[in-house]
């Protein structure tokens, strides 16, 4: 098949892309690993021997993140509806986070210990249709959020993936009155084109 001016442009602006090489330098699977990095770079939330659930973790270059820097006593724990090859250190689920019995399963293995840290990349499998796609998201953001207010510590972390657009706003007020620190960024590993935007919180509100 031929392809299209977009096609190649993509292509273009990935062969010249400096987290690409990067990532390829450093041996991690993808991009993805510095927008975390440059995330705890900002908010210094990855500490030694902490508990950790990443959601939508395929391929894996945040877990490997994780993997790195908080060392053999931690615990990470990463799922997926796609497949993950396996990282030192990480337990890992295939599954779909939006179906009931994949969330069990997760919280089964949690043992009833609360986390430090929850991370979600997760997004819909994008349509190009922008209400729809961000619809979608808002879904997931919100699963993430009701998953991070049941399971992590009183001064919990929670970084999660949004798009701007139809009910962010929204969402990220639900995030305000769960946590005491919110805040939103863009890393410099974002394409600039890209509506992804990251909400980070911290220290529950007490009920």
Known sequence: MKRTKTSKNWMHEHVDDFYVNEAQRLGYRSRAAFKLLQANEKYKFLKQ????????????????????????????????????????????????????????????????????????????????????????????????????????KPNGHFLVKSFVGTDFEKFLGQVKRSY??????????????SSEIFIYARDLVAH
């Open 180 to 193: 005491k620190k919110v805040t939103t960024f863009k890393p410099k590993a974002s394409r600039d084109r």
């Open 49 to 152: 021997g902490s508990r950790i659930v990443d959601l939508g973790s395929a391929p894996g270059s945040w877990s490997e993140v994780l993997s790195k820097l908080i060392g053999e006593r931690g615990r990470i724990i990463a799922l997926d509806i796609l497949a993950m090859q396996n990282i030192k250190n990480v337990e890992f689920i295939q599954g779909d986070f939006r179906e009931e019995a994949v969330l069990l399963q997760l919280e089964r293995k949690l043992e009833n210990e609360q986390l430090d840290l929850v991370i979600s990349d997760m997004a819909p499998n994008i349509s190009g249709i922008k209400v729809k796609d961000q619809l979608e998201i808002i879904y997931l953001n919100e699963l993430a959020l009701d998953f991070s207010l049941k399971w992590l």
